[in-house]
Structure formats: C-alpha cells, structure tokens
C-alpha cells in the first residue's frame, strides 16, 4: 500500500490503465483455457496425428498395438499419454501410465493431472495421485491442478483436490490465489467451497488487489463479506433483539422450523459510536437534496417531499429510541432502507470525483486531491461505512481483504448491505428485492415467502392535513445533530444560549427533553391560531370527500343514472365542463386516501412521461380534464356513461389486483411491463373519472336537496331500495324453490302412476294364468280316460284350437291396452 493517498490513486490509476490497455486480469490473458490442445499438432507426420486423434477418440486397442511394436517414439508416447488424461480414456490410460514419466508436459508447462482437472476426470486425477504425480505441479502461467480446475469451473475436481491436500494458497505468476480466479469469474459454489477450505480472503495480487476488489459481481462480495461475520456474533445478538421487541404473534410452524427467515424489528437503538454517525450523517440534516431524490427504493420513491419528511421522522424516531412501537410495514422499512441507498449514492459521487482522473488527466486530478477536494475527503464516506462495519461485526476489515482505498462500487454496495442485513435480520435480502421492484403486485409473491401479513403490504400514507411539516423537519435535525454532537461544531453552529424552538438542537440537553420541548410549542401554536386551523379544516373538507359520504354518491350514481342524465342534459356547457374538470392537488388528496395510492401514482408518472392515442384524460400542471379529441368522438353526453360506468368499474379494479395478487409469482412474472403500465393507467383513468360522477352525483343533490327532510327523505329512499331490492330477491328465490318443489312433485306422481299400470298388468296376467288353469282342470275331469286318450288321438287338432285361443287373447290384451292408452291421453 502506499503511504501516500495522492501517490496511491495517481499510481492506482496508472496500473489500471496498463491492465485494461494490456488485456490483463481477464479470462483469456493469463488464464489457461479450458479445452487447451497440442499447439505442435500441425507440424507433426501424418501418421503421428492420426495417432493422436485415435487417442482423443479413446481408441485403446489401436494405440497400444501401435505402442507395443516399438515403432513410437518416447515422445509421441508422452503426447498420447496427456491426451488421453485430457479426454478421460480410463483404459488406454492404464495401458500408457507405466510406459511413459508421468511429470511429462505440454508445451505450455500443463502434465497430465491439471489437464485431467481442467476436463473434471475425478477417477483419472485418482489413478494419477496413485501414480505418483505431482498435485503441486505449475504451469508456466503458475497454475496449479487446484487453481486450473478453479478457473475452468469444476467444481467436483477442485473439491476432490483440496480432500487430498492440495495447497489452497498457490498463485499464478501474477499471484491470483484460486479464490481470486473464482470471484473473477463470478463463481459463487466455487467460492464457498474455497471459503470453507480456509481460502484467505485478504491475500493480494501483484496489483495489491484482493478478491473482494477483482470480484465479478455483488453476489461474490455477498459470500465473502457474510462468511467473514459469520463468527461475530451478530444472530445471538438479533435473536435477542428479536424475543426482546419482536411483536408479531402469530408465527408459523415453517418459520420455526427454519422454513423461512426469521423476522425481527429493524427499528431499534444503534450502537453508539462509527455506526450511529454513520446513520444519522446519511440523513442529510438539510445540508442537501439527497432525501429528495430517487433510487429506486419502493415505495419510498413513490413519495412526496413532505410525506417523505414525515416517514423519516418516524423512522428516525425509532432509530433513536424516543418511540418504540414504530409500525413494522413496507412503507417504514423502505424509508429505512432508502438511508442507506443515500450512502451508497454519496460513496458513488465521491468514487466518481476521484477517479474523474479518466478525463481530466493525472495533474488535474491530483490538483483536485491537494486542492479542493483534500486527501481525507477522497475518502471520507468509504471510512465512515469501514468503520460501522468493524463495529457492527466486532471484526477487522483488513482480514476479508477490505480498504477504503477500493475503487469498485459492487463491493461498497454489498457492504452497506451487509450492514443493513443487521438490523433486517436474515430476512434482509427478500426484503431487499421487494424494496428493489417498482411493481406493487410481484412484492406480494415475496411478502408470501416471507409469511408476512396483509397488513405489512396494505400501508396508507401518511396524513399531512394535522401534521405541522416544519416542526417535523425540525424534529428530525433535533435529532441527527444530537447524536452527531460528537463532532466539532463550525464557529456559525455553536450554541449561543439561545432556548428556542431553532437553537435547541444544538443544546447539550437529553434528546427526549428536546423533542418534547418541540411538540408542546407546536400544540401550544395550534391553540392560538385557531382560525388558521379551522380554515385549514374546511378546505380540507372542501377538497376531500368522507368514505361513507363516497360511498353514498357511489349507491346514487349507480341506482340513480336516469336522474342524473335528465340532470347532466338540464345545466349548461360551461357547467359541465367544471364538473369534468379537478385539480392536481384534489387528485393527489384522493390517491393519498386510496389503499392503492402506490399503483395510482405509477399511472401518473406514466401519463406524466408519455401519453398514448386511447388516453381519455388530459392532465397538465394544475388540473386534470377529458382530453378534447375523446369529446369530439364520442360527445360529452356519452362521456357522462363513461363517468357514471367508471364507478363500478373502480370496484372491479380493485377486484381484480386482489385477484392477481392471490396469484403465484411465476404467473405474475410473466405480465410484461407494458401490460402492468396499462392496467395502472386504466385505473387511473376509471378513479379520476368515477370523482368527476361523485362530482355530478354531489351537485345533482345540492339541486334536489333544499332542506333537510328532502335529505333524509333520500337516505330513506335508499334504505327503501335496498330493502326493495332484498325483498325481490327473496321473493324470487322463494319462487324458485316453489317451482323446484312443483317440478318434483310431478315427477313423484309420474313414477307413481307408471308402477300402478305396470303392478295392474302383472295381475291381469297372474288371473288369467289362473283362469285357464282352472279351465284345463274341468276340462280333464269331464272327459276322464277316454276323453284323454282321444284327446291323444286327436292331439293335432286340440294344438290348433289352443293356437287360435291364445291369438285371440294376444289380440284381446293389444286391444285392452290400446283402450287404457286413449284414457290415459284424454284424461
């Protein structure tokens, strides 16, 4: 390292430039590849290099015929030797292993085992280690067997290397270790099986560099940096924490079971020392717009300036121990992640300011370190996140190979995460995808993960109309400069004795004394301008619409829609256009009461960015209309179907984001951005054209109501209707049932009938089977013997007649039947 900040960056800068200029610290420069070949193929006989490719194919018996007659050189020999490792022909391995050395090489310095690791041949890298070969053999690039199947991704050779001892700190000849060459390559099983290993992770390159530095991605720096702290200490201390202040009750058997991470309160007292100065420095205190700004951290961004003041506070509150029942939902907890997004943003700028050596050259940037920025300052956020982290994880950040002279974003990123993560708990990095997706819908698969409540996500805004915004903003100066009292006042911020609601701050007095001196001067400022207030309350009244007056002019809009048109036909152009027309301060009054106001905002800053041909709104600086060319088309009598359509269809709306949000998360990833963009405009669209019915509903009844029986005789009329209403549908269900009883009725008496002629058929039968049995008695009995034997003679005959008796009852019985069928038609 160099003693010098100056010497370092200008030196830094320098090896930076040659590296990049030089292909250096990439993939193909100086690491070997994967599939690496003879480069002295092409200048061998033909005979040798249809050898080779009889070795490569793994054609054993060829080759060891070819061997065997003596006519192969030792070095063919060798070649065949290394081929066959580097393509795994166990067989033909065994056949060449005691025929040639085994410390042989390739032309690149590469033996048989590191080409057999470069491949993952774990049973050939066996025979050979049985063989006697050198598990320490380099390369001339310095490359190990460990560091080459390191570099080529194999991660069962690199795991069945380090079981057999291989030496985990080898490096290349530009002293990559194979923890560096995995980070570079953006390896993260690698890289834990490294870690697990005892890899170290502050060793150096010949740049100084450690694998934190030449890390491909945050999602290295993350396993480095968490296995480090895994031995601080920290879950005992957020398992504390959380039996301490942990106040969900209802926690599932998954969570307890390890399913899920474990939740814990993130709103707690910090430690007092770099990682409280770090916090409330990233505040702002008012010396800048960073609060003001957006990084994509939702729905924080989604806020205003004077709604972000009031979450912060409340935040702050909480940080700092004055309040400890701070709700746990995603509105606070993004504003407590969005402070540190603010240190990222500063250590982004000042990364930027230092390295602006890129385009202004070596002497202006070092006029800048000497000048005007000054030596410590190039510095000065990394050291304030480098120190809360040795506090926070009671570590030191040399050993995981971290300086603030680190120039690579990703690496601060993930170390302000880190830092995050202790106050999360393990739950951070779901959490932090959530904060990181502007869609409100896909949150909603991620907070089920997690087993968090409805209440976690369905957050409201918070009220501005009770709120005094300059005594919260003073609030939460009171409270960054009191726990940053530590540090050397200018002359200008010196107390000067001063007791007032802007000097208290800077009092060395208990910081719950202050900010309760700061809310008794602001209840006592609300008692004495009373006529400010009350006119604040009626145009806050003048401007918002209570829910339950809402939903009656919903109830009106919808059972009503013929009075209203007689009504919309009667008033003039000009009043009709002032009822289709709000203010933008009206409309951000009815989103902030929305439960949907995140989705609603969404669709404004679309229709504020871009606007398409469907577009029914036309919304400028101070007031929001229907767009003149829907008009024309459709005519403003059809607009009024539309505004009087949009009040149910406001309720479908809602209906269907508790439809998708039921959804899976794969099926909602697969909505592209476009589609989500149209359903928030389109909600847009129906709430703002449901205010302008509530709107005409609104006046219609200031028309019809003169008095206040006429009002209450309309409650009435509603009550009416909806009783009317109740009793129809219970008239028709009872219709209904009748019927269904009617019907199986009937169909009793059907089945019942049909049994009856089927059971009065089986008689007549049964009697008429007796009848002629009794006929055939008396018969035999007249005749006697002689009758029976001429009844013998005759047989002939009597089977005639007894044919023709039974036609005659076949015909009979048809006849009878025919007969009930006509009475049973007629009847």
């Not at 009889?54 to 015929?65: H, L, S």
């Not at 009750?249 to 430690?271: A, H, I, Y």
Request: aromatic fraction near 6%; glycine fraction near 4%; include cysteine.
């Amino acid at each position: 390292r160099s003693p010098s900040l100056v010497f370092f960056a200008k030196e830094r800068g320098k090896k930076f430039k040659a590296m990049k200029a030089a292909g250096k610290g990439t993939k193909t420069s100086f690491l070997p590849k994967k599939d690496s070949r003879a480069s002295a193929d092409s200048l061998l006989d033909e005979e040798t290099q249809m050898l080779l490719y009889q070795a490569k194919e793994g054609n054993w018996e060829a080759v060891i015929k070819m061997v065997d007659s003596g006519k192969v050189e030792p070095v063919v020999i060798s070649q065949l030797y290394l081929a066959t490792a580097e393509y795994g022909h166990m067989k033909l391995l065994l056949s060449l292993i005691s025929k040639v050395d085994t410390a042989c090489v390739n032309d690149r310095g590469q033996g048989a085992l590191m080409l057999a690791s470069c491949n993952g041949h774990t049973k050939i890298m066996d025979v050979l280690l049985q063989a006697n070969a050198d598990i320490e053999a380099v390369s001339d690039q310095g490359f190990t067997p460990l560091l080459a199947a390191v570099q080529c991704a194999q991660l069962e050779a690199a795991a069945f290397l380090l079981n057999r001892k291989a030496n985990i700190a080898a490096t290349t000849i530009y002293q990559y270790s194979a923890l560096h060459i995995a980070a570079v390559e953006g390896l993260p099983s690698m890289v834990t099986l490294l870690l697990d290993a005892k890899a170290c992770p502050n060793a150096l390159t010949c740049d100084d560099a450690a694998p934190l530095e030449v890390s491909k991605d945050s999602k290295i720096c993350r396993i480095i940096l968490e296995r480090h702290c895994i031995g601080s200490g920290l879950e005992e201390k957020q398992k504390h924490n959380s039996e301490k202040k942990h106040r969900m009750e209802k926690v599932t058997k998954e969570r307890s079971n390890g399913k899920c991470p474990e939740l814990v309160v993130p709103f707690r007292d910090l430690p007092q020392g770099p990682a409280s100065y770090l916090f409330w420095t990233a505040m702002g205190v008012g010396k800048d717009s960073y609060m003001f700004q957006n990084f994509g951290v939702y729905p924080f961004d989604r806020l205003n300036d004077t709604e972000r003041i009031i979450v912060l506070t409340e935040v702050a509150e909480g940080m700092s121990g004055y309040k400890s029942d701070i709700e746990c939902n995603i509105l606070n907890e993004s504003a407590l992640y969005a402070v540190f997004a603010l240190m990222k943003a500063r250590i982004d700028k000042e990364l930027s300011d230092q390295y602006s050596i890129d385009e202004s050259g070596e002497n202006g940037f070092e006029d800048n370190v000497q000048g005007n920025i000054g030596a410590g300052e190039c510095f000065q956020w990394r050291n304030r996140v480098l120190a809360a982290f040795e506090q926070v994880y009671n570590t030191n950040a040399s050993l995981v190979g971290l300086s603030a002279e680190c120039w690579r974003p990703c690496v601060w990123d993930t170390v302000v995460n880190v830092l995050a993560r202790s106050l999360f708990g393990q739950s951070f990095w779901e959490k932090k995808q959530m904060f990181l997706s502007s869609n409100s819908m896909l949150r909603v698969g991620r907070a089920r993960r997690l087993k968090l409540d409805s209440q976690y996500l369905n957050c409201r805004l918070p009220s501005t109309a009770s709120i005094e915004i300059q005594l919260t903003f003073k609030k939460l100066i009171t409270m960054s400069k009191s726990f940053l009292s530590d540090e050397p006042l200018r002359p200008s911020l010196r107390p000067s004795g001063c007791f007032c609601q802007d000097c208290i701050a800077e009092l060395e007095l208990p910081l719950n004394f202050k900010l309760q001196f700061l809310e008794e001067a602001a209840e006592e400022k609300r008692k004495n301008s009373k006529r400010g207030r009350k006119n604040k309350e009626r145009r806050i009244d003048d401007g918002e619409v209570s829910w339950a007056h809402r939903r009656k002019l919903d109830e009106l809009v919808l059972t009503h829609r013929k009075e209203l048109r007689n009504y919309w036909a009667s008033i003039s152009l000009e009043e009709r256009w002032c009822l289709a027309e709000m203010s933008t301060a009206d409309l951000g009054d009815v989103i902030s009461i929305s439960p949907y106001w995140e989705t609603l905002r969404a669709g404004l800053e679309s229709y504020a960015q871009y606007a398409w041909e469907e577009d029914v709104l036309e919304i400028a600086e101070d007031y929001i209309t229907i767009a003149d060319d829907i008009c024309e088309d459709r005519g403003i009598l059809d607009m009024l179907e539309a505004m009087l359509d949009a009040v149910a269809l406001n309720y479908k709306a809602e209906q269907e984001l508790n439809r998708l949000s039921a959804l899976e998360p794969e099926i909602l990833a697969r909505i592209n951005e476009e589609e989500w963009d149209k359903r928030r405009r389109q909600m847009l669209e129906n709430l703002i054209l449901a205010e302008f019915a509530r709107k005409i509903a609104a006046q219609y009844l200031i028309k019809k109501e003169e008095s206040r029986a006429q009002q209450v005789a309309l409650e009435l009329e509603l009550e009416l209707l909806k009783e009317e209403q109740e009793q129809k549908s219970a008239a028709e269900r009872k219709a209904a049932k009748r019927k269904r009883a009617k019907k199986k009725k009937r169909a009793a008496r059907k089945l019942k009938r049909e049994a009856e002629l089927l059971q009065q058929q089986e008689q007549q039968k049964m009697k008429l089977a007796e009848k002629n049995e009794k006929a055939e008695t008396k018969r035999k009995k007249r005749l006697g013997k002689t009758g029976v034997a001429k009844i013998e003679k005759t047989g002939d005959a009597v089977g005639k007649e007894k044919k023709e008796k039974k036609n005659k009852a076949e015909k009979k019985d048809k006849k009878d039947k025919g007969d009930k069928k006509e009475k049973k038609e007629k009847k």
